[in-house]
């Protein structure tokens, strides 16, 4: 791989990561509702199931959920349903809140898995590194070290994006005082949660 085609794909990656997602909105809403600590618990695990989706591409599973009509419905209602079922508890939160409370009854192992569980059960991301790593693969080099440079690549991208995204969050916080604000807010991430799971409910096969 040369640099050149390392760079474009650091371009084409960077600007994937800051478009909002469920990724973004469950760092936001971790930073916010458990501060930074609860958000890097949060990206910690989001990376897991990002380099398990790099993992499954690198040995070929992702041709299969591009091709497979059944594979990818199941894994699509699945992480529908989850995202969903987030966004009802996240609207169903109460205005009350004390940042610091809520960090001490979520745990930041709980919130972890939870992460783990927002990327893991993205069945877009996985098709789209199925269809976007090979654009940037050179047939006659190891692809193996290609893959892995690409995968190191995406995780560091991702991981700095939503820092960015869990610093805005946790000094959005401060602002964040009356009851009414914390319930606007819950209903706000909860709404955003619904329309991604939705989305995702409503994704097509890439071709």
């Given amino acids: 791989m040369t640099i050149e085609w390392w760079l474009a794909y650091l371009l084409t990656t960077s600007i994937l990561s800051l478009s909002p997602g469920s990724g973004a909105i469950n760092t936001m809403s971790t930073g916010i509702s458990h501060g930074y600590r609860g958000a890097v618990a949060s990206i910690s695990g989001l990376q897991v199931g990002l380099s398990l989706h790099i993992m499954l591409v690198g040995i070929g599973l992702g041709a299969l959920f591009s091709q497979s009509v059944l594979a990818f419905e199941i894994l699509k209602w699945a992480g529908?349903?989850?995202?969903?079922?987030?966004?009802?508890?996240?609207?169903?939160?109460?205005?009350?809140?004390?940042?610091?409370?809520?960090?001490?009854?979520?745990?930041?192992?709980?919130?972890?898995?939870?992460?783990?569980?927002?990327?893991?059960t993205n069945p877009k991301s996985i098709v789209f590194l199925a269809a976007l790593f090979p654009q940037f693969i050179l047939p006659h080099q190891p692809q193996a070290v290609?893959?892995?440079?690409?995968?190191?690549?995406?995780?560091?991208?991702?991981?700095?994006?939503?820092?960015?995204?869990?610093?805005?969050?946790?000094?959005?916080?401060?602002?964040?005082?009356g009851p009414k604000q914390m319930k606007l807010l819950n209903r706000t991430f909860g709404g955003m949660f619904i329309a991604v799971g939705a989305l995702l409910a409503s994704a097509r096969r890439i071709a």
């Avoid at 079922?85 to 979520?106: E, F, N, T």
Wanted: overall charge positive; proline content about 1%.
């Fill in 80 to 120: 529908a349903g989850y995202l969903v079922w987030l966004g009802i508890q996240q609207w169903r939160s109460g205005g009350g809140i004390d940042l610091h409370a809520v960090a001490k009854a979520m745990p930041r192992r709980k919130l972890f898995k939870r992460a783990v569980l927002v990327n893991l």
């Fill in 146 to 177: 290609q893959y892995l440079v690409l995968g190191v690549t995406t995780v560091v991208v991702d991981i700095i994006v939503m820092i960015g995204y869990a610093t805005l969050a946790t000094r959005i916080a401060g602002w964040i005082k």
